[in-house]
């Protein structure tokens, strides 16, 4: 059986004119890996507390620190000692994707830019992507089991009761009906019922949040959004440590794969794509 552990970037909001990627990521884990990479990634959160704690705090990590890259980022929360140390800042970030490179995992990301909408009055921009993500992860348990003998279960970080359960019967609704989208796959290698956890305590979750940050901020670069931003000048070294992990269908196709834009019929600039085939 395979895990994949889902989280989000950016505002799902249609009408957030300031906001305009929304990003949906997917660490897909097989069980027999579970166990270790839940081990490394405790190391790693150590390794990453004794660059950020404060002296009198305790040795160990807090329950309540996590690996989130907007906090990070921002320097906020258990990581403003960062302050003005931009070098402690980028070898933060190069520790957290060269841990990830190291890892037996693949990777699907779904970037919506939701500019691009014809119809802005009628989007679920989250459902939308929630589809493509449940599509692409049935196709790669079918891609290398087509006997159909495996099956992946959605783990998620909770939101509220009522979110968690309107995901729960999306899933339910995906396996009965299709997802309607353009496969109109019966993603039927998928388990109805996802694992809703509390991420500070799973790992996966906030592994898939790295990642999630990172795609939207290497999307946002090459759509242009943000041409000033600080992390501009490194994102497409990050995305170029972890772009192998991206699940590519018949062993190369990426796009629409392990790497969705969505709607299909953005330009977007060629650069983005090289990365991941090896060259700039």
């Not at 889902?6 to 990521?25: A, H």
């Not at 099956?151 to 995906?174: A, G, L, T």
């Not at 940050?213 to 290497?218: E, I, K, P, S």
Request: charged content about 30%; proline content about 3%; overall charge negative.
């Amino acid at each position: 059986m395979y895990f994949a552990y889902i989280d989000e970037s950016g505002n799902k909001d249609i009408n957030n004119k300031q906001n305009k990627l929304y990003v949906l990521t997917a660490i897909i884990i097989h069980e027999k890996y579970w166990d270790w990479i839940h081990q490394e990634s405790k190391n790693l959160k150590r390794k990453i507390w004794d660059l950020v704690r404060d002296k009198g705090l305790q040795i160990d990590p807090p329950d309540d620190f996590e690996l989130h890259m907007k906090e990070i980022s921002r320097k906020e929360g258990y990581y403003h000692t960062i302050g003005d140390d931009d070098k402690k800042l980028r070898n933060i970030w190069r520790e957290l994707y060269s841990f990830i490179s190291r890892l037996f995992i693949k990777i699907v990301s779904i970037v919506v830019h939701k500019e691009h909408f014809s119809d802005q009055n009628f989007v679920d921009v989250g459902k939308w992507a929630f589809k493509l993500l449940i599509e692409r992860l049935n196709r790669y348990v079918m891609d290398y089991h087509p006997e159909k003998e495996q099956y992946i279960m959605i783990v998620m970080d909770s939101v509220d009761p009522k979110f968690d359960e309107q995901k729960r019967r999306e899933i339910e609704n995906f396996i009965k009906y299709g997802t309607g989208q353009g496969w109109e796959e019966f993603p039927e290698q998928v388990i109805e019922i996802p694992f809703i956890v509390d991420s500070k305590i799973h790992s996966g979750v906030q592994l898939a949040d790295l990642v999630a940050y990172l795609v939207r901020r290497y999307a946002m670069k090459h759509f242009s959004l943000s041409p000033d931003a600080f992390f501009n000048d490194y994102c497409d070294d990050l995305i170029a440590l972890i772009e192998d992990k991206f699940y590519r269908h018949d062993k190369y196709t990426l796009k629409g794969y392990g790497m969705m834009i969505f709607p299909r019929n953005i330009p977007l600039d060629e650069q983005f794509w090289k990365v991941f085939y090896g060259y700039k």
